[in-house]
Structure formats: C-alpha cells, structure tokens
C-alpha cells in the first residue's frame, strides 16, 4: 500500500537525476524550517517551486546552491555535495544587488573575479536587451532592466544552474516575459533551471515539473501539466483555488 504521509511524486526518478536531496532537515533559530525533504530532480529543464509564504522555499533554494547546510540528511549535485558545487550555478533574487557603477562595469566585475573573458560583457547586454545602457549607472535602471542586468550578470558566470529566487516578483507584464525569455533561452542551451514563484501564471508557461511546498515540507511533486489540472495534495488544491493554507 502507497505511504500516504509520503509526497505525491509522478516522476520518474530512476535516471537522469541531478539533484538529490535525502532526509533533508534544517533547523534555524531552533525550529525546522525545512523537514523530511526528499527530493530528486532532473538535470534539465524547468522545475518551478511554489507554496504559501514562509513554507520554506528560499531556504530550499539556498540549501540546493550550497549556501546552507543540510542539519540533518544530504544535499547532492550528480552525487558531489552541494556545498561543492556552488561555483557552477548562479542565483538571482527580486531584488538584484547592484554596484554603484555603470551597467558594463557591473557585467566586468562579475566576468574579471571568474577570470572569464571579458570580452563577453558586450554580448551578454546585447543578449539582455541593454547594449544602449552600458554607460549608464545600473542604480538608475528601471526595475524590468535592472532585473535583466541581474540575469546578464547571472548568465555570465556560465552556470549549469540557475536559481530563481521570485525574480519577477515586482515587475510589469512586459518585464516579466522579458526574464522569462531570457530563462527559457538558458534553458534551450541545458541550463538547469528552479524557479521559485508565486505567479501561477509564470509557472504554467515555464515549468516542466513542480514542487509544492508547505510549512517546510513537500507535499507534492509532480509533471506542470499534471500539477495544474489534477494536483493531489489538499494543500496544492487549496493554494492553486487561491486558498489561504493555515
Ligand atoms: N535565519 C533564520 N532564522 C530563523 N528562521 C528563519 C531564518 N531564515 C528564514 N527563517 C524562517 O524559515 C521559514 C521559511 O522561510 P523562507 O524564506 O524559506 O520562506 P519562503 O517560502 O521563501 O517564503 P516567501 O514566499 O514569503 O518568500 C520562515 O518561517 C522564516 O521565518
């Protein structure tokens, strides 16, 4: 008989996977913020993660780029913990960090601390819509073009993964499929994506699979298509009909 405190998952995890997080506990200021985790993903395309506020989805974020590490359980990239494998990915919030310098210069210091070729920086604005802001200072972009500074920036690093952490969160319809361009763009070229968001909308257009968080734990992970017309968590279901989940 099926384990019905175990998350619903409908993939098949049995090749291909990427990512594995096993027994995944984190405690921080004494409370669990992320518990009984296990989780595997696949080493391309789109995986979205959403749930109500506070259900932990940052810290899982950060726990996947290595940032944090796991209290209990493991965390792993291709078997290599991921506290190792932070260097080959990049992470984007909703609200870029920006040097007080101009646009190209942000893009030059990211490329010149990796020692990758700097020649690079002109293509990436170019790629991101911002070659006739180079000269400008990126703290006077708009919030739409400081946010595709941030993937230009992001991209630059080279990343096998790339951690979205609500990067349309505060932005105009047209910015917000601007970045979703520039994602599915990394996407098309093997870039591991995990998108945190709220926008059930972004996550229908982007993502191939979903996980769904709720007070730290996951309770679904399922196929997009599947999650968004049959999803079999109550608290998917309730999130999805714009429920508040207490
Ligand atoms: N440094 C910390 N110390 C103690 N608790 C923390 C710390 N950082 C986060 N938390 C708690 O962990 C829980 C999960 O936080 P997290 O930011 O991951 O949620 P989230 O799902 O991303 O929420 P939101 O949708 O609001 O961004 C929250 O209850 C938060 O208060």
Not at 108 to 134: C, E
Request: proline fraction near 5%.
């Amino acid at each position: 008989m099926r384990d019905l405190s175990a998350p619903e998952t409908l993939l098949d995890t049995s090749s291909d996977m990427a990512l594995r997080l096993s027994g995944v506990r984190l405690i921080l200021g004494g409370r669990a913020v992320l518990d009984g985790v296990d989780l595997a993903l696949p080493g391309r395309g789109v995986t979205a993660v959403m749930g109500p506020n506070g259900a932990g989805k940052s810290q899982l974020l950060k726990l996947i780029h290595g940032l944090t590490v796991p209290t209990a359980g493991t965390a792993t990239w291709n078997g290599r913990p991921a506290a190792t494998m932070t260097a080959t990915q990049a992470l984007v919030f909703q609200k870029p960090v920006l040097l007080r310098r101009s646009v190209a210069a942000n893009l030059d210091f990211v490329l010149k601390s990796r020692r990758k070729d700097r020649a690079l920086a002109q293509a990436l604005l170019t790629h991101v819509g911002l070659a006739d802001k180079a000269r400008q200072p990126a703290r006077a972009l708009s919030g739409g073009e400081a946010q595709r500074l941030a993937m230009a920036r992001a991209l630059a690093l080279e990343p096998q993964v790339l951690l979205l952490d609500e990067p349309t969160a505060s932005l105009d319809p047209a910015s917000v499929l601007a970045i979703e361009h520039i994602t599915l763009q990394a996407r098309d070229q093997g870039v591991k994506v995990i998108l945190v968001t709220h926008d059930i909308g972004q996550a229908r257009r982007m993502a191939d699979d979903v996980v769904f968080l709720n007070r730290g734990r996951i309770t679904e992970h399922s196929p997009a298509e599947r999650f968004f017309t049959a999803p079999r968590s109550t608290e998917a279901k309730d999130f999805l009909n714009g429920r508040l989940i207490v």
